[in-house]
């Protein structure tokens, strides 16, 4: 698993007495990293949850606070397809293809919408819970977070005590679990750098003209 292990000694500042040796509550604390963070480049695999199937996605988010770019790499079928996500709206590089065509009604955003929205919630969501928790063996922080004008919808991400990184989240849409979010990467930019960019795919080398004498020494090697 790839992480960017930045936020923890910021981390250890904000813990500590704001004046007089009082402990920063660490739901506050950690919501103040969150809001400092100009980009990040983040990796997770997605799985939604939807009325007769349940689908997953890996997608690749390169985030600013206003405007973030998602690529779909897997499953296969859809990979490169991107989407931005901006202020709310959600607009797809590929019009003809949705990653929402599932029949889950309850869902208040897509699936390509997820990170971006978690990374909200962890900068400035209304925390509703939190708690301590063990996950995969890692002592963990757990918010759970609602944002404005999003009645019913919860984002809980269950953050890792040592590095505050994002291990795993939840998204859920009335009380039902509609998003499973499992985080492979995030990588935190310097001030004034952009999010790094999905590396292309190298382009196939063009097909070699084939002349007659070459032809006959590729039949001549074939038959040997």
């Known amino acids: 698993m790839r992480k960017a292990l930045l936020f923890a000694p910021m981390l250890m500042l904000l813990l500590t007495a704001c004046g007089g040796g009082e402990e920063k509550d660490p739901a506050a604390a950690l919501q103040e ?14 799985t939604c949850h939807y009325t007769d199937e349940v689908r997953t996605y890996t997608l690749l988010c390169a985030y600013t606070p206003d405007e973030s770019t ?44 997820a990170l971006p929205r978690l990374m909200e919630a962890a900068a400035s969501g209304y925390v509703t819970e939190q708690s ?32 505050m990184l ?6 859920t849409a009335d009380s039902v679990l509609v998003f499973e979010v499992a985080w492979s ?14 590396e292309e795919a190298a382009p196939p080398e063009p097909e070699k003209d084939w002349t007659e004498a070459d032809e006959a020494a590729a039949y001549a090697g074939a038959e040997e």
């Open 185 to 198: 990467r995030f990588e935190v930019g310097q001030a004034g750098e952009a999010p790094a960019e999905p």
């Open 33 to 46: 990293q969150y809001a400092a963070v100009a980009s990040a480049t983040m990796e997770a695999d997605v």
């Open 166 to 171: 994002p291990l795993r989240s939840e998204i």
């Open 132 to 163: 301590e928790e063990t996950l995969e063996e890692r002592a963990c922080l757990r918010l759970a977070c609602d944002l404005p004008g999003e009645e019913g919808t919860v984002y809980t991400t269950w953050f890792d005590r040592q590095t």
């Open 70 to 113: 998602v690529t779909v790499l897997a499953p296969s079928s859809l990979s490169g397809i991107s989407a931005t996500v901006a202020e709310g709206a959600l607009q797809l590089s590929y019009e003809d293809i949705s990653l929402d065509a599932g029949g889950y009604s309850a869902a208040a955003i897509s699936p390509v919408a």
